[in-house]
């Protein structure tokens, strides 16, 4: 029987999301992030859809002030064992960013243009950047990034 590693990939397991500690995992969450943790219904409702019909209660929502505090999100997750859902600015016609997660808010504060460099045609930025800001920021530079979705 071959050894597993603790780098090899771990399988896909399905859990009963009514047993997961969110109360240890909200804690865990509230001393480790700066930014926004937000457990309550109201929060919860309000992320559980997107563009689309899809409608999914997501586990809790962590608005991060930076891109550390992403990483302590997901830290904490996975030593809880938690699903972990990314979310841009909720405008999947598809149902990409509903999940019975904790949900990663990015587009309150971690929305910045970082760096354009026009001469190599392009951008750094952060994920909750809305692409209106950014294509503003490269219109000096005669560049823009498309196609244009519907919410421009």
């Known amino acids: ?61 962590v608005v991060p002030r930076t891109p550390e505090d992403a990483v302590r999100t997901i830290e904490v997750c996975r030593a809880h064992d938690m699903p972990v859902l990314s979310r841009g600015g909720g405008t999947s016609l598809a149902g990409q960013c509903c999940n019975a997660a904790i949900v990663l808010d990015w587009s309150k504060y971690c ?19 809305a692409l209106d800001r950014l294509n503003a920021a490269l219109r000096p530079h005669g560049l823009m990034v498309g196609p244009k979705p519907a919410t421009m």
Not at 5 to 34: H, N, Y
Not at 112 to 124: E, F, G, K, L, W
């Open 111 to 129: 929305d910045r243009v970082v760096s354009i460099d026009p001469a190599a045609r392009t951008a750094v930025v952060e994920p909750g950047i």
């Open 1 to 61: 029987m071959p050894v597993r590693r603790d780098d090899q990939a771990r399988p896909a397991r399905r859990r009963d999301r009514t047993t997961l500690p969110l109360d240890a995992v909200g804690a865990a969450l509230a001393e480790r992030v700066a930014g926004e943790v937000r457990f309550d219904a109201g929060s919860r409702a309000a992320y559980s859809t997107d563009a689309s019909n899809y409608r999914v209660l997501p586990l809790g929502v």
